[in-house]
């Protein structure tokens, strides 16, 4: 079964720092490509990172490239979210998510989501 | 930049009803898009793939289809476990770009 489980969410004040993680289980993480999406409160889905399974290729949305870094550890089966410089405007609920084998952004598991709020 | 522009933003059927939410793209995506189910507090579910092939365990009732850049989502025999807010996602191009939801309620 797959299993994709969020951790590290938490408050932090504006220009902080903090780092999610999201530990894999049930599959075989370095061949599938992860993904970060977020919603901020009472909002839609916002795709916010890609990361392929050999962690050579990132693609990140413009509202936090520069700010944010994806990576990840095949031998721990752990993906990350590194967030810095953050903003108000970054408080929300942090999903990882797992793209399908077959294409690249074809989600098809998502993990239980982590809170992040920003806020002085 | 994509964009997906889903519609209705809200709304409301009955027990058997069947329901289509649409999404637009600004230009051409082929058949990279997904559709994604999600209930309050939950993360979101897949449904639909390549617009229209269902994901694992995804009931029949749910159904995708795709005419130009238009794409569908069609649920038949509305049941209340049904009621959630519906999401599209394209992946034909980065950035990923979602649609911005349809509530449903029953």
């Known amino acids: 079964e797959v299993q994709l489980v969020g951790s590290g969410g938490g408050f932090v004040q504006p220009g902080g720092s903090l780092r999610l993680s999201c530990a894999a289980s049930?599959?075989?993480?370095?061949?599938?490509?992860m993904n970060w999406v977020r919603q901020a409160p009472g909002k839609g889905l916002e795709w916010v990172s890609t990361?392929?399974?050999?962690?050579?290729?990132?693609y990140y949305a413009a509202s936090v490239k520069g700010r944010f870094t994806i990576s990840r550890d095949n031998s721990k089966n752990t993906l990350w979210l590194q967030m810095d410089s953050l903003r108000v405007e970054d408080t929300a609920v942090y999903y990882c998510?797992?793209?399908?084998?077959?294409?690249?952004?074809?989600?098809?598991?998502w993990g239980q989501g982590s809170l992040v709020t920003v806020s002085s | 930049d994509i964009q997906m522009t889903q519609s209705p933003s809200s709304l409301s059927a009955s027990v058997g009803d069947r329901v289509t939410i649409t999404c637009r793209a600004s230009?051409?995506?082929?058949?990279?898009l997904a559709w994604f189910q999600q209930k309050p507090g939950k993360a979101p579910r897949s449904l639909i793939y390549?617009?229209?092939s269902l994901q694992s365990g995804v009931p029949s009732k749910f159904s995708g289809s795709r005419s130009g850049t238009d794409f569908t989502l069609t649920i038949s025999s509305l049941q209340p476990e049904d009621s959630a807010t519906y999401y599209c996602?394209?992946?034909?191009?980065?950035?990923?770009?979602f649609g911005g939801g349809t509530k449903v309620e029953i």
């Open positions: 996602l394209q992946y034909n191009t980065y950035p990923l770009t």
């Open positions: 990361i392929s399974g050999s962690a050579h290729i990132t």
């Open positions: 390549l617009a229209s």
């Open positions: 230009q051409g995506i082929t058949n990279y």
């Open positions: 049930g599959f075989t993480f370095s061949s599938y490509a």
């Open positions: 998510a797992r793209d399908s084998a077959n294409y690249w952004g074809e989600i098809d598991y």
